[in-house]
């Protein structure tokens, strides 16, 4: 008897799905026409789909900045291992930190269009802060620091501090291995260790100490 298969067909492992397309095709209007000039129906023409299918993914300039950040939280996650206790948070947010860098330079020209662009785009600068707001989210709880309550908040908007500063020198890092980047990202965390920001952010003392 032959066996049942099942209804619901496994995508194979690194297979580009719609929403690679929709992100890359944005990602490519962007860099080749400028963040304003992007249109949802030139992004379905560039991605090959149907238009329904781009618009009902994201109709707006604002949803296709919610998928390319949604992306990038997807990538910067992928393969983090368990947090080593050895590791200080500080070493732990720059590694996290590092590789959402990595994944941005990935479509570098793109994400630059898009940072430049998008900051005088009123609904698309909302749509960002709310996105960064989760990030850091991330970013902190697989850090191994607690992003909740008033405490977290603030954590999260520090941490939101500390990166924008590294974006600043990523937008002119053209280095292939993102020195400027990682020089000042690093000063960030330095500053905001210094200034207590974020409680947690030292190795924790031993109950001797």
Not at 39 to 66: D, I, N, Y
Not at 119 to 130: M, T
Not at 161 to 190: F, G, Q, Y
Request: hydrophobic share 50%.
């Amino acid at each position: 008897m032959a066996k049942k298969t099942s209804s619901k067909a496994k995508k194979p492992q690194g297979a580009v799905t719609d929403a690679d397309r929709i992100v890359d095709a944005g990602l490519a209007e962007a860099a080749a026409l400028g963040w304003r000039n992007v249109s949802m129906s030139a992004v379905a023409v560039r991605a090959g789909l149907p238009l329904a299918t781009v618009l009902l993914a994201a109709p707006t300039r604002a949803h296709l900045v919610a998928k390319i950040f949604g992306r990038l939280d997807a990538r910067m996650l992928t393969g983090l291992t368990a947090r080593d206790d050895a590791d200080s948070v500080r070493d732990r947010l720059f590694e996290i930190a590092m590789k959402r860098f990595d994944a941005m330079n990935a479509n570098r020209d793109g994400m630059r269009a898009v940072v430049t662009g998008a900051r005088f785009d009123p609904p698309a600068v909302g749509v960002a802060l709310c996105r960064a707001d989760r990030s850091a989210a991330m970013m902190l709880a697989a850090a191994g620091v607690s992003p909740d309550g008033l405490f977290g908040y603030a954590r999260i908007q520090g941490l939101k501090v500390v990166l924008a500063c590294a974006l600043k020198a990523w937008i002119d890092d053209d280095s292939a291995d993102l020195a400027k980047t990682m020089a000042a990202l690093d000063r960030a965390l330095e500053r905001a260790e210094s200034l207590a920001r974020f409680r947690g952010f030292r190795r924790p003392q031993t109950e001797a100490a």
